[in-house]
């Protein structure tokens, strides 16, 4: 007899060759974050997840997911989180449960440094961490938050190599660079304002022609004291060719794209720019360290 409580069994991983495919269908949620209020947001976030596609493999939340950016000092403190915290417990439960990866960034603590951390957890238990690269240094970013000091992160799922960055570092191509093409999907979790809206259109649309990846912008929608971020969040094909953005007129309706191992394959094979790119090696005033996976 089955038993009624126990979870799916994971997906296998799908191998590819000139015969078989690997599909992966990845879903950007443009969520209307509410302002330091982590309660509401991963109630909304439950609500949308119940009703996601069920053969979704990734599903990808904005930058800062729980809180949207917090400058006040008075704040930050009870609203940052350890890694381990409640909120990351409840991604891993919704993961195991709807049997599917969910990443976005949140803001965290530790050693008393607040950070803007990315996160992919898997729906065995195993996340991966990377905290943002690029402050921006238009506002209290820079001087509130930590800069993250590892590289970006490769990660295997489902038969796919995937990254993740956050919102500002889309603009720094040698940081997204997919030197030795290491990864074939790229997730940017984003707060990304309508008053940059061509740039952050440009910017990803370039990003995945110069990587032959695909990306997943998954910008907040509604609205701030930063601005208005309703109608940007978009997929785009290793081609560069926008497959998936959100409606101004429903800002926050989850975009969904299904990707194919074997197209991305011939991408490669017909364009071959991988082959034909310089490599090179990142030099930082602080070494960086390699990214690597924990468990839940």
């Not at 947001?41 to 729980?66: H, K, M, Q, S």
């Not at 607040?114 to 991966?128: C, I, L, Q």
């Not at 960055?165 to 707060?191: E, S, T």
């Not at 309706?253 to 071959?272: D, G, H, N, Q, W």
């Amino acid at each position: 007899m089955t038993d009624p409580n126990a979870m799916p069994a994971s997906t296998p991983l799908c191998a590819t060759d000139a015969y078989t495919d690997c599909t992966i269908k990845v879903a950007a949620v443009p969520l209307d974050i509410r302002w330091a209020d982590i309660d509401t947001n991963l109630r909304r976030c439950g609500e949308i997840l119940a009703g996601i596609d069920p053969d979704t493999d990734v599903v990808v939340l904005p930058e800062l997911f729980t809180t949207a950016f917090i400058s006040d000092p008075d704040v930050l403190p009870e609203a940052a989180e350890e890694l381990d915290g409640r909120t990351m417990k409840w991604v891993y439960d919704k993961a195991r449960r709807l049997d599917l990866a969910i990443a976005g960034s949140l803001l965290t603590v530790r050693d008393g440094t607040y950070y803007n951390t990315a996160f992919f957890m898997k729906p065995d238990g195993e996340v991966w961490y990377s905290d943002k690269r690029h402050l921006f240094s238009l506002s209290p970013e820079l001087k509130l938050f930590g800069q993250g000091k590892t590289t970006l992160p490769v990660i295997e799922f489902r038969g796919w190599n995937i990254s993740i960055i956050v919102c500002y570092d889309m603009r720094f191509p040698v940081w997204c660079r997919n030197d030795g093409q290491k990864y074939d999907l790229m997730l940017v979790a984003a707060n990304w304002p309508t008053a940059r809206e061509y740039a952050w259109n440009s910017l990803i649309v370039a990003r995945a022609i110069e990587n032959q990846a695909a990306w997943v912008g998954a910008d907040r929608s509604g609205a701030d004291d930063y601005g208005n971020y309703d109608g940007l969040a978009r997929i785009c094909d290793p081609w560069g060719m926008v497959v998936a953005q959100a409606d101004k007129g429903h800002p926050e309706e989850v975009l969904y794209a299904t990707f194919s191992k074997l197209e991305l394959s011939k991408i490669r094979k017909k364009l071959p720019v991988g082959r034909d790119a310089d490599s090179f090696r990142l030099i930082t005033s602080q070494p960086l360290e390699e990214p690597h996976a924990r468990h839940f």
